[in-house]
Each structure stands twice: as structure tokens, then as C-alpha cells.
T-cell receptor
Framework: AQSVSQHNHHVILSEAASLELGCNYS??????LFWYVQYPGQHLQLLLK??????LVKGIKGFEAEFIKSKFSFNLRKPSVQWSDTAEYFC???????????FGTGTRLQVFP | DAMVIQNPRYQVTQFGKPVTLSCSQT?????MYWYQQKSSQAPKLLFH???????NEADTPDNFQSRRPNTSFCFLDIRSPGLGDAAMYLC????????????FGPGTRLLVL
């Protein structure tokens, strides 16, 4: 069965600090990987996605994620966070050519000025 | 702007009283999804439509039904809501299944009294 684990449930940072949110998945086959973000009071929206090719994926707002197949990981990074990055971040996977998104439980990020 | 709209944003119902949540989209996407998200948990796929083809997840209770009368609209019917059905219900769309990005609505928070 497919699953996604996000071990950091709540992260608190000061502005300009670097960010890394962990995401590990369990699935033996080819996967598509996503990071979605939910800003306070808003809907889930896509930050970035990995399907194939370069394992380092760049997304919106300066975020990037690296797919490390040997570690079953897809960690999200940002070198310098801003107060406006305060949000909940969800990692998700879909098995290749399937319809179903499997989400992690999310990481709440709070950034203080 | 093209978007996914969910009405109402908050819904209160009584134990056992049928309730319908609605979702509409202006994206003209083929696929519409319904997710259930309970507090501090990952969004969980209930079912989805590819055009008129209905795809139910194996572990979705029979109490949950869906209708898609046309491309733009999709409804989630809960026939006899229990206290355990209180959750955020998210609607999403995508152009097609597989690698496509899903676009989410703001969700409807259901409270069961």
C-alpha cells in the first residue's frame, strides 16, 4: 500500500531562516510526487511536482524539492523563509498513471517576523 | 478567474439528516474528486468522476454518494450523517487522471449535531 509520512507536524521559524520539511513515502513502483500548500483561509494549491527527469524540482515562491529515490524522500526546501510562507504544507504522491493522490498529514509552518 | 467553487463553506446538519454538498468548476476539467479531511489528518479520497464514469474508493462508506449531472457540477450526498462524518470536504478537479495537477476548492466544513 502507498503511504506518505511527514514527520514534522509543526515548525516555527524566524524570517530569513532556512527551511527543510521532510517527506518520505512508501511505494515500490514509479511515483509522481507533489507538494501542496494551504495558506490561512485559502484552498490547497500546488507548490511543485516531480514526474521524471531532474530530481531537483523548483516551484513557486522560491521553493524547491529534491527527489532521492534511494531514500524514498521528497523534502521541501527554501533558503530564506518569509512571514508570508506561514501555511500548512502537504506532501502527496500518486502511483504512476493512477488517479489517486495520497497525502501526508501536513506540516504547519509558522514564520515570525 | 477560472476556479473550483464549493458551497456552502460551512454546513451544519443533524445526526441522521441527509445533507448535500456542492462543487462547481469553470475549468472545464474532465475529472472531479471528493476528499474528506478530518482534523489533523491527511485528505482522503472518497471517489472521483472521469467525465460520467464514477470511481469509488474501496473503503468509502456506502453512506457517501455522489452525482455529476454535467461537466461543471458535482455533488456529495451523505445519506445519514453520523458524528464521525464531521470533517472538511474538499472538491478538486484535473484535466485528466495520472500526472495532472489537481486544483482544489476552498472546502466545506461539515458539522454534525
Amino acid at each position: 500500500a502507498q503511504s506518505v509520512s511527514q514527520h514534522n507536524h509543526h515548525v516555527i521559524l524566524s524570517e530569513a531562516a532556512s527551511l527543510e520539511l521532510g517527506c518520505n513515502y512508501s511505494y515500490g513502483g514509479t511515483v509522481n510526487l507533489f507538494w501542496y500548500v494551504q495558506y490561512p483561509g485559502q484552498h490547497l494549491q500546488l507548490l511543485l511536482k516531480y514526474f521524471s527527469g531532474d530530481p531537483l524540482v523548483k516551484g513557486i515562491k522560491g521553493f524547491e524539492a529534491e527527489f532521492i529515490k534511494s531514500k524514498f524522500s521528497f523534502n521541501l526546501r527554501k533558503p530564506s523563509v518569509q512571514w508570508s510562507d506561514t501555511a500548512e504544507y502537504f506532501c502527496a504522491l500518486s502511483a504512476y498513471n493512477t488517479d489517486k493522490l495520497i497525502f501526508g498529514t501536513g506540516t504547519r509552518l509558522q514564520v515570525f517576523p | 478567474d477560472a476556479m473550483v467553487i464549493q458551497n456552502p463553506r460551512y454546513q451544519v446538519t443533524q445526526f441522521g439528516k441527509p445533507v448535500t454538498l456542492s462543487c462547481s468548476q469553470t475549468l472545464n476539467h474532465n475529472v472531479m474528486y471528493w476528499y474528506q479531511q478530518k482534523s489533523s489528518q491527511a485528505p482522503k479520497l472518497l471517489f472521483h468522476y472521469y467525465d460520467k464514469d464514477f470511481n469509488n474508493e474501496a473503503d468509502t462508506p456506502d453512506n457517501f454518494q455522489s452525482r455529476r449531472p454535467n461537466t461543471s457540477f458535482c455533488f456529495l450526498d451523505i445519506r445519514s450523517p453520523g458524528l464521525g462524518d464531521a470533517a472538511m470536504y474538499l472538491c478538486a478537479t484535473s484535466i485528466k487522471t495520472g500526472q495532472e495537477t489537481q486544483y482544489f476548492g476552498p472546502g466545506t466544513r461539515l458539522l454534525v449535531l
